[in-house]
């Protein structure tokens, strides 16, 4: 799928950020196809998470409103719980991530899907969201203070 | 036969490169001394001479401890060969993550000290290993493939 992309570069890194997605500060993001949302990790959080060693989803029919954990991931850096930026019930679930999590890593905004939500309140939903633009500028905020850091 | 060569990640700062070190220690003085040697990925990336000889002179055996894959790209970049079985499972660039994901209880902690589940993971590892030396010492010939950097990640990079 072409989008056209945000590019952060900090340091020797790059992250891209799809124009047309939303976000939440999490950095799960969300793809309105139709009535139902693909929910992901965004680039910036998966590089930031490490190499996958295992991606968990709920199971299709799971009822979420934002905040509820969707997703959780194991990196050989972190283990992180992916609160949903949505409210809907889970629909469909990539289980190609079950023996490949890796390919959150490799095409986050691609095959590295996590799971496809029915909207019930996308209006309220999108009142919560981030934007391209305003995600872009979360993660530079972010990867700058981590640069600081160093 | 010449011995097969073990080339683990350098293991610095991170748990995963420890447990690909400790793990090929296991193989080369514990379980398979007479027929393994350990080249260090350091000399490698300095030019040393000798190990250059060691790895252009057998088949090698890599450990990578993450993505980036240093120790395959070292190694094929070093004129050397990593045994390469393309018609049965045996590759002979193992990660320490994909070893990680067949023993999820084993989870790695610690840089200078492993926790108990590096040190069950790195013994895990080396047996993976030792299957591996195995078949190689074994075999009258396995395919070899000088630029094979698949299985160990896709080079990628990490924040």
Redesign the interface.
């Known amino acids: 799928m072409s989008e056209e992309m945000l590019k952060l570069t900090i340091d020797k890194f790059t992250f891209r950020v799809p124009k047309g997605l939303y976000f939440n500060d999490a950095g799960a993001w969300v793809r309105l196809e139709g009535s139902v949302a693909r929910l992901g990790l965004s680039d910036f959080a998966q590089q930031r998470s490490g190499d996958m060693a295992f991606a968990e989803v709920k199971p299709v029919e799971t009822l979420l409103k934002p905040g509820d954990e969707f997703a959780s991931i194991e990196t050989i850096k972190v283990n992180v719980i992916l609160p949903s930026p949505v409210t809907g019930v889970i629909a469909e679930i990539n289980h190609a991530l079950e023996d490949a999590p890796e390919l959150i890593n490799q095409d986050p905004y691609g095959e590295g899907w996590l799971v496809v939500v029915e909207l019930t309140d996308w209006d309220n939903d999108t009142s919560r969201l981030l934007d391209a633009e305003a995600y872009y500028a979360l993660i530079k905020r972010q990867a700058e203070e981590e640069m600081k850091k160093k | 036969m010449s011995k097969v060569v073990i080339v683990p990640c350098s293991g610095i700062g ?3 490169g420890t447990v690909a070190r400790e793990g090929a220690y296991v193989v080369t003085e514990d379980l398979r001394p007479d027929t393994t040697q350990r080249v260090p990925l350091s000399l490698l990336v300095l030019g040393d001479e000798q190990a250059h000889a060691d790895v252009v002179g057998a088949p090698s055996i890599t450990i990578d401890g ?2 980036l894959a240093c120790a395959t790209k070292m190694v094929t970049e070093s004129g050397g060969t990593v045994a390469h079985d393309p018609s049965a499972p045996l590759r002979a660039s193992l990660a320490v ?1 994909d070893v ?2 067949r023993h ?1 209880d084993l989870k790695p902690a610690g840089i200078a000290e492993l926790n108990e589940g590096g040190q069950k993971l790195a013994q895990a590892l080396a047996e993976e290993v030792v299957t591996l030396v195995d078949a190689l010492s074994t075999a009258d010939s396995l395919p070899l493939s000088q630029n094979d950097g698949g299985g160990a ?2 080079g ?4």
Do not use: E, M, V
């Open positions: 991170k748990s995963y993450c993505k993550l990680y994901r999820r990640g896709d990628g990079q990490n924040a």
